[in-house]
């Protein structure tokens, strides 16, 4: 058995954080029911459209082309994309806890290790660095739980796994 319910590892189709930023949604909604035969599952992960994640593409937006919104984070949005041709078995929002040393640390995580953020911050001058380092700062610190001066932030996400029809 795989790990969301199957029996048959090559009838399963799995998204975790990816296909949510899609240019074309419509597009990759119907590549993944293209790939996956009926009867097969497609499991998903994305974030809700609420919350950190949101703050963040919103306080760094200035720098560059925002993403799609995290509509795939909603049951309904799957309605709206796959309508009839999937059942869904399970869905759910659960929380995402990430820690680090402090908001700073975190940022600087971001901007040298995670390829999309150290291309964009490699591509700016050292003012445009800067405030992106202090915008990425801001926004994880809006949502700190931590009151020691370390980072304790909750991202809320979806999951769900359906059936193709």
């Not at 240019?23 to 590549?31: C, G, L, T, W």
């Not at 974030?47 to 993403?67: I, N």
């Amino acid at each position: 058995m795989n790990s969301i319910g199957g029996e048959d590892d090559d009838n399963t189709v799995l998204s975790t954080f990816g296909v949510m930023y899609a240019p074309d949604q419509q597009r990759a909604a119907d590549e993944l029911l293209r790939v996956c035969r009926p009867g097969g599952r497609i499991g998903l992960v994305s974030w809700c459209p609420r919350g950190m994640m949101e703050d963040l593409q919103q306080a760094t937006a200035r720098f560059r082309p925002p993403p799609p919104p995290h509509l795939w984070g909603t049951e309904d949005y799957y309605k709206t994309l796959f309508g009839d041709r999937i059942s869904v078995m399970t869905s759910a929002v659960l929380t995402q806890d990430g820690f680090a040393a402090s908001s700073q640390a975190q940022a600087a995580m971001l901007l040298t290790h995670l390829p999309p953020w150290r291309t964009l911050h490699g591509g700016l001058d050292s003012e445009s660095q800067t405030a992106l380092a202090a915008a990425i700062e801001a926004a994880y610190e809006r949502s700190n739980q931590a009151t020691d001066g370390t980072l304790h932030v909750g991202t809320q996400y979806l999951q769900i796994v359906a059936t193709v029809i």
